[in-house]
C-alpha cells in the first residue's frame, strides 16, 4: 500500500508566479490535510478537506491560497501570486474514516523556494 | 485546543533510554496525548497516542499520570537513527467520523550520539 504521495518534491518560482502542489492520498483515505512548516518550526495547519468539500480552513491564508480534494484525482494546495515569505516546506496528511484518533499518514513534502 | 511544553532539545547515547515530558495542563476531557516523530526533510511519523495511564507499542511507551497534566514518551535503548524531532499534541476529534487538525509546538529536537 503506497504511502502519502507529493509532488513536485522541490518547486521553484519567482515572485508572482503561481505554485500548484499535489497530494494523493493512502488507498481507502478520505481525509486530507495540508500543513506547512517554516525553517526551525513545528507544522501549522492549514485546510482540512474530504472529497469535494472543504471541511476547515481556518489555517489557511485567505488571499492568494486555495485548496481542493475532487472527486478524481489528486488534492491541490494553490497559492497564487506568491511571494517570498512563502518560501517553506508544505506537508500533505491522509488519514482514514477509522482508526486511532490524531493518527495521520505524512507525506514528504514540497519543498517551495519563492525567488 | 491545549498548549503544550516541551524541552527544546535533549541529548543522550547510543543504548539510553530517553524520556521527554510534555506539560499540557489545560488538556480537555476528550483529549489524546499523541507523539509524532520528524526527520530532516520527511513528513512526521506517528510514534504512540494515548489518553490515560500507560501505552507500549513495538517502539515507544507513553506514561500518563491520572492528571493527566503531562506525559512522558520513553524510548528504550536508542540508537543514532531515532536523532530526530519529537512533538507533543494534544486533542481530540473535531468532527465525529474522523478528522482532526493536529497542532504541533516546536518539538525535541534529540541528539543521539556513540
Known sequence: NAGVMQNPRHLVRRRGQEARLRCSPMKGHSHVYWYRQLPEEGLKFMVYLQKENIIDESGMPKERFSAEFPKEGPSILRIQQVVRGDSAAYFCASSPNQGAANEQFFGPGTRLTVL | ?114
Open chain 2, 1 to 114: 485546543l491545549a498548549k503544550t511544553t516541551q524541552p527544546i532539545s535533549m541529548d543522550s547515547y547510543e543504548g539510553q533510554e530517553v524520556n521527554i515530558t510534555c506539560s499540557h495542563n489545560n488538556i480537555a476531557t476528550n483529549d489524546y496525548i499523541t507523539w509524532y516523530q520528524q526527520f530532516p526533510s520527511q513528513g512526521p511519523r506517528f510514534i504512540i497516542q494515548g489518553y490515560k495511564t500507560k501505552v507500549t507499542n513495538e517502539v515507544a511507551s507513553l506514561f500518563i499520570p491520572a492528571d493527566r497534566k503531562s506525559s512522558t514518551l520513553s524510548l528504550p535503548r536508542v540508537s543514532l537513527s531515532d536523532t530526530a524531532v519529537y512533538y507533543c499534541l494534544v486533542g481530540g476529534y473535531i468532527l465525529t467520523g474522523g478528522g482532526n487538525k493536529l497542532t504541533f509546538g516546536t518539538g525535541t529536537q534529540l541528539k543521539v550520539e556513540l
